[in-house]
């Protein structure tokens, strides 16, 4: 690495909600500037106003401090080079594309969208590519007095070298060169005075001194734009890394920006809160989203985030587009939260049902938490394992009570039995539950798994539900002989 400070920056257009693609090269970015021990920057381009979304920033910066990317400067904590919003900096895009003009190097453009339009029109007629005629590039100084007599608003084009290659070095891609032919006078300012995504990034990237610049592949076409234009300035180009797209799984097309359902119903997301609010945890995004696209030895999988930091390196990162896996998401989310701690998993339990509107509380919830840990893929899939612990009011097909091989007065005979077992009990924990009922099945003669059956759909309104005499004894005593007794009236009006 070079000696400068390495410093990188996250540049969002607020333009939709943060989803998995930005996540990826907010995290890159991350990474890089913690592993040279330089700064990460939050940069907002918020210049596009007509795709401006109001509620696109907060999304972003919430999706970035969930992940745990915190920025070194930029919005809300500010920083030596603000400010951090480009519609902030609009003087700066404006003092130098006028620089560039006195110069000769860039020209004032005053061709009207008709002109354009029209121009576009012969352009595709032709079978030529569109661009720019370069019309207003060799104006007399009385038609630009007459344009400006007129009133007329002028956007300022870079006049670019009509001959010649451009050359240029992507870190991933190695060197590339373009014919100057192939590309146009390029609009740096527009009429209304707001600068265009080349003029804003180039000067800001330069006045924020940022020594590397991660950003999606789709940008490499303009890229010998940016070249001409740092050139045209006279400054050194920041390290380019353009990143390889991400394909959706089938691994044919690029992930759309949009969450799709798949024929089953099961969603694939793409927006960073819908992570969040489905149960992912932040740790294993991270770790996943690392992943695509970048590996330390190609076979390590686990990564905590120090340990990310420690191997990340631009020189891992791949030159072909990664296919995007659910599956492996959820495996390694399911391998996190097994992971965890169990009053840390608690804490977290908790805040799902009280977000669903469960009365749940820690104590209740830190005693479940052993129980589906390992059965539980998402934070939320918490909650169809044990919404009846929290809750009287769940339904059931009281058919389910009856086990395989078993009638109504069988069934009636186990519910009586259970609750004559579980009455005199004066602890009601999980091996005093477990002795009670063993010794009641064994004395009615039933195979357990077939008692267990109807008590656990009696107690939990499930067939499949977590290890019972543990999550017995969470109900409480009074709640499951309730549900016992409710569950034998139900029997009864089945025989009916
Ligand atoms: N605002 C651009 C985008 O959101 C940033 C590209 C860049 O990082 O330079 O795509």
Redesign the pocket.
Known sequence: MPNQTVRV?????P?GYFHLG?AR?ALYDFLVARHYNGRFIVRI?DTDRTRYQPDAIPDLLEGLRWLGLWWDEGPEVGGDYGPYYQSDRLPFYQEYAEKLVREGKAYRCYCSPERLEALRAEQRAAGLPPGYDRHCRYLTQQEIAHYEAQGIRPVIRLAIPTEGVTEFDDFLRGHIVVENSLLDDFVLLKSDGFPT?HLA?VVD?RLMEISH????D??LPSAPRHVLLYRAFGWEMPIHVHLPVILDPSGKGKLSKRKKVLPDGREQFTYIHDFRRAGYLPEAMVNFLALVGWSYDGQTEFFSRDQLIRCFTLEGISKSPSALSYEKLEYMNAAYIRNLGVNDLTGRLLWVFTQQGFQADFDTVFRLTPLIRERIKTLNEAIQWVDFVFTDDFTYDPALLIQKGMDIPMTATMLRAALEALEPLEAFDEPAIEAALREMGARLGVKTGTFLGTLRVACTGKQVAPPLFGTLSVIGKQRVLSRLRRALSALGGLAQ
């Open positions: 920056r996250f540049a969002p257009s333009t930005s090269t381009e995504y990034h990237d610049v991660l950003r999606g789709e940008w």
